[in-house]
């Protein structure tokens, strides 16, 4: 068996879970979500643990069961604690300004670039260069993160941009000067 996928996922106290056919609706103390389950994937809840059950041991089904398992866990987990991506602006006057609650960017455009969040998602600012997206859905966090990151990537050669915090940028060294004995 899938090791990821037999484990139990622990429902703490305060989270309600409701399975009706395909659809698990899962609510806690930061909000509810629901997603809807593959048709092969049996989920059960027992006792205080939510249960996912695949029907064979083919490929595809164990592929469905640790990964119906891992959305579940981070469904329970989502509205308990919630998600949170911290994002980096390096640059030159690069810097980033909260508007009510959406978010303005300035990343080196001729005009700010404006970010308005969906539903479920909040921007906090502690520094000018620092941006940290939070909301209970993980999915839709990482989205929101990585379209930021999209609006001005790293560059290689200076290494200005927005980056994942703690991200690693290799940069190139750029033109290299003439070599010793060359024509000249």
């Given at each position: 068996?899938s090791?990821?996928?037999?484990a139990?996922?622990?429902?703490p106290?305060?989270?309600?879970?409701?399975?009706t056919?395909?659809t698990?609706?899962?609510k806690g103390?930061k909000?509810?979500?629901?997603?809807?389950?593959?048709?092969?994937m049996a989920?059960?809840?027992e006792?205080?643990?939510?249960?996912v059950?695949?029907?064979?041991?083919l490929?595809?089904?164990r592929a469905l069961h640790?990964?119906?398992?891992?959305?579940?866990a981070?469904?329970?987990r989502?509205v308990?604690?919630?998600?949170?991506?911290?994002l980096?602006?390096h640059?030159?006057?690069?810097?980033?300004?909260k508007?009510g609650?959406?978010?303005?960017l300035?990343?080196g455009?001729?005009h700010p670039?404006?970010v308005?969040?969906?539903?479920g998602?909040?921007?906090?600012?502690p520094?000018p260069?620092?941006i940290?997206?939070?909301?209970?859905?993980?999915e839709?966090?990482g989205?929101v993160?990585?379209r930021?990151r999209?609006?001005?990537?790293?560059?290689p050669?200076?290494?200005?941009?927005i980056?994942?915090?703690?991200?690693?940028i290799?940069?190139k060294?750029?033109?290299?000067?003439?070599?010793?004995g060359?024509?000249?």
């Open positions: 068996m090791r990821v996928g037999k139990p996922i622990p429902i106290k305060g989270v309600q879970v409701k399975v056919g395909r698990v609706e899962v103390p909000g509810a979500l629901s997603r809807d389950v593959h048709p092969d989920v059960a809840v006792d205080s643990t939510l249960l059950r695949r029907p064979t041991e490929q595809h089904h640790g990964l119906s398992r891992a959305l579940l981070n469904m329970v989502g308990t604690e919630g998600f949170k991506v911290d980096e602006i640059g030159v006057g690069y810097r980033a300004a508007q609650t959406a978010l303005t300035q990343v455009y001729s670039v404006e308005a969040p969906p539903a998602i909040t921007f906090d600012l520094q260069t620092r940290t997206v939070t909301g209970i859905d993980k839709l966090v989205q993160a990585a930021i999209a609006i001005r990537k790293p560059d050669y200076k290494g200005k941009g980056r994942y915090a703690g991200e690693r290799k940069l060294p750029g033109k290299a000067g003439r070599t010793v060359g024509k000249a």
